[in-house]
């Protein structure tokens, strides 16, 4: 395993989110020499201009957090969010329309894909695992990995329950080498991230990133 910031997406999509909180979450990764933080669509500019030269990448969320927003929104909000400066985009995948087993999924995955490919960017889809069987699992990451999906990730952060290893490693079973997996959701320990990287996982979301990169060190 590499070492344990390598993997880290600092995290904070809290409501309450301030400017102070932008600057300790760039702080902390900086400190730690953590992958990238994630913001929300409305701190990305500003994140951007803070992270400057430090090669710290940024991420976003597009849809969040419930993902039923037309593809219109999200492919305008997807776009502003590549303007002020997101290096990647976590797009939440619409739960609704697959739970009517609709094709929409696929055909917004496909466009969003294209839209951040043609920009340089990374697209990474939340599937959110906690409202899926395993058999919804399966078929949804066939879904993403098809359409061009770079990585298919967990959770919000904000459903009942977050990333799990069984999912993580039912996810890992299902998807080409090529996509990669978030796992994100009440990720606190670095035992839990370990864990989790072990059964398949090749991003750790969390707000957790400081305490579990200075756990590590112990």
């Known amino acids: 395993m590499r070492n344990i910031q390598n993997y880290i997406e600092h995290t904070n999509l809290k409501a309450t989110i301030t400017s102070n909180d932008i600057e300790m979450l760039l702080s902390e990764a900086k400190e730690n020499d953590i992958f990238g933080i994630c913001v ?3 701190w990305v500019k500003k994140a951007k201009r803070d992270i400057a030269k430090s090669g710290i990448q940024l991420i976003t969320v597009i849809g969040f957090p419930l993902g039923y927003q037309m593809s219109q929104t999200k492919e305008a ?3 502003q969010a590549i303007k002020d400066g997101a290096d990647e985009l ?3 995948l619409n739960i609704s329309a697959v739970k009517s087993e609709m094709m929409w999924p696929k055909i917004e995955v496909a466009k969003l894909g294209k839209l951040a490919h043609e920009n340089g960017k990374i697209l990474k889809v939340i599937i959110e695992t906690a409202y899926l069987t395993e058999q919804e699992i399966v078929d949804t990451c066939k879904i993403c990995a098809d359409a061009g999906a770079d990585y298919v990730k967990t959770s919000t952060g904000f459903a009942p ?6 999912h993580v490693k039912l996810m890992r079973s299902v ?5 990669g997996i978030k796992a ?6 670095f035992q839990e991230a370990k864990d989790l990287i072990e059964a398949g996982a090749d991003r750790i979301g ?3 990133g400081h305490e579990i ?4 060190k112990t």
Do not use: N, R, Y
């Open 175 to 179: 998807l080409p080498e090529h996509v």
């Open 213 to 216: 990169c200075q756990e590590s």
């Open 161 to 166: 329950e977050g990333a799990k290893v069984d």
């Open 77 to 79: 909000e997807a776009l």
């Open 206 to 208: 969390t707000s957790s």
């Open 184 to 189: 994100s959701g009440g990720i606190k320990s």
């Open 40 to 42: 929300p669509p409305f």
């Open 90 to 92: 976590d797009l939440v």
